[in-house]
């Protein structure tokens, strides 16, 4: 027994060296986020008048709130070395389950309960196959992308649904507090809740360890499987939260509702700094990575720069975000062998 403490102490000891560590690299990488940024914010300001109005950074915020509260959840699964592929398909899903329900005569806040949960269950349909069966995160979640988006599309097929009541349109499209809707009102208090977990609680510490290295977690003790599950439930419930958020601030439903926002949630995620393989990353560098991309696509907006393109940046960027580290590791570890 005293062996088994001794074990789990000396490698959260480890895991903290190992935490400051690459806390120590990630601010190189954060601070060339935050130059890039500010790079960014100058050329938009001289582009356009218009850019530092309040109305505009409000509206910077809403166009992507959805995404970005996803992206919240996706950096914890990132960090444990994990990955989500299908959050976008559980927004729709959650969307149109609300939508359904809502032509069938069923209340919407009954609508909107039943939405959170079937969003749940789809992360613990997830979680059970990757956590308890084994299988790789991205296979699993790739097949749930196409499942629950074709559920979606068989509960609306090709309708259009709206005409919802105007108290739940207006949750998404008014401002809820000062100039703040609803949606970033939810953001900012996840996003602190998201810190002090990941921050400075053990539940986070276990992120790290087992993003790190998921043998040595399971032997310090470490309860790997569920920490995995209630990862993916997590997902799955902030996913379906984020498609109803997107459902009240468009006022209609499709079954392509969504469609596509992985690959801005996961740029998100990586281009802070958190890495593909796990284990490395902070709310600091994705909150940069954030703003960056939101000031990117608003300043490309705002010169008339079509949507395809921007969004084949954004793809560019998501591929700069996984190669530039890599050789970043690369020419540290030969500058180091040649010293």
């Known amino acids: 027994m005293s062996s088994r403490v001794g074990t789990k102490n000396d490698n959260l000891i480890v895991q903290k060296g190992w935490m400051g560590r690459n806390w120590t690299r990630l601010r190189s990488w954060e601070g060339l986020l935050l130059v890039i940024l500010i790079v960014v914010v100058l050329i938009n300001i001289a582009e356009s008048p218009n850019y530092l109005r309040l109305s505009n950074q409000i509206n910077l915020f809403q166009l992507s709130i959805e995404k970005i509260i996803v992206a919240l959840a996706m950096t914890f699964i ?3 070395s994990e990955i989500d592929l299908s959050v976008a398909s559980i927004m729709g899903l959650a969307a149109c389950i609300l939508a359904a329900l809502h032509e069938q005569g069923v209340p919407v806040p009954i609508g909107i309960l039943v939405a959170l949960l079937a969003g749940a269950l789809c992360g613990a349909f997830n979680g059970f196959w990757i956590a308890y069966v ?3 995160s991205l296979a699993v979640t790739l097949a749930g992308l196409i499942g629950y988006r074709g559920v979606a599309r068989i509960l609306l097929e090709d ?4 005409d919802f009541p105007a108290w739940f349109n207006l949750l998404g499209q008014k401002p809820l507090i000062g100039p703040l809707p609803l949606a970033m009102i939810i953001f900012f208090v996840l996003l602190i809740i998201a810190v002090i977990v990941l921050q400075y609680s053990s539940f986070g510490r276990y992120i790290y360890v087992i993003g790190n290295n998921r043998e040595v977690a399971r032997y310090s003790g470490v ?16 996913s379906a939260l984020a498609g109803l958020l997107l459902a009240a601030r468009l006022g209609a439903v499709r079954g392509n509702m969504g469609e ?6 996961i740029t998100m995620v990586l281009l802070g700094g958190v890495s593909v393989f796990g284990g490395t990353g902070t709310l600091v560098g994705v909150g940069l990575a954030i703003l960056l ?4 696509r608003n300043g490309m907006s705002l010169v008339n720069i079509t949507s395809n393109t921007q969004t084949g940046v954004i793809g560019l960027l998501l591929i700069l975000s996984v190669l530039i580290p890599n050789w970043a590791q690369n020419v540290r570890s030969v500058w180091g062998r040649r010293r």
């Open 78 to 80: 990132i960090i444990n």
């Open 134 to 136: 084994g299988l790789p």
């Open 159 to 162: 309708r259009s649904i709206g």
């Open 223 to 238: 309860k790997v499987q569920r920490v995995k599950m209630i990862l993916f439930i997590i997902s799955g419930f902030i």
């Open 260 to 265: 596509g926002f992985e690959l801005d949630i």
């Open 293 to 296: 991309i939101l000031n990117l």
